[in-house]
């Protein structure tokens, strides 16, 4: 089931990957980093872990990060979203939630 629901989430998060990538590699850009430290900065505030050792100077870049993040936390929203409708489905499955519906019910 989780497998199912991230086939069907896979263009919205390849492009907020992207996203992240392209975002992060402005960044990198206006400080002047490396584009594997740009990347890397832009996936440590995308999953909001932040390090602290890279980190952005200028105001536009400072806007930058805080992009990163907010993205970051929607990518990461949409996978606990789909990691726990998999688990609610597998519970369900599991111990015949509707019978015991039907039988409370009755």
């Given at each position: 089931?989780?497998?199912i629901g991230l086939f069907y989430?896979?263009?919205l998060l390849a492009t907020l990957a992207l996203i992240i990538?392209?975002?992060g590699h402005v960044l990198g850009r206006l400080e002047g980093w490396s584009?594997?430290?740009a990347l890397y900065h832009a996936f440590s505030a995308a999953t909001t872990l932040g390090y602290g050792d890279f980190h952005p100077r200028g105001k536009r870049s400072k806007?930058?990060?805080i992009a990163i993040t907010f993205v970051g936390i929607i990518?990461?929203?949409?996978?606990?979203?789909?990691?726990?409708?998999?688990?609610a489905h597998a519970f369900k499955?599991?111990?015949n939630v509707?019978?015991?519906?039907?039988q409370v019910d009755e």
């Open positions: 089931m989780f497998a989430a896979a263009p990538v392209v975002l584009n594997f430290d806007l930058l990060a990518f990461t929203g949409i996978l606990v979203a789909i990691a726990l409708h998999s688990a499955e599991t111990h509707d019978k015991l519906i039907e």
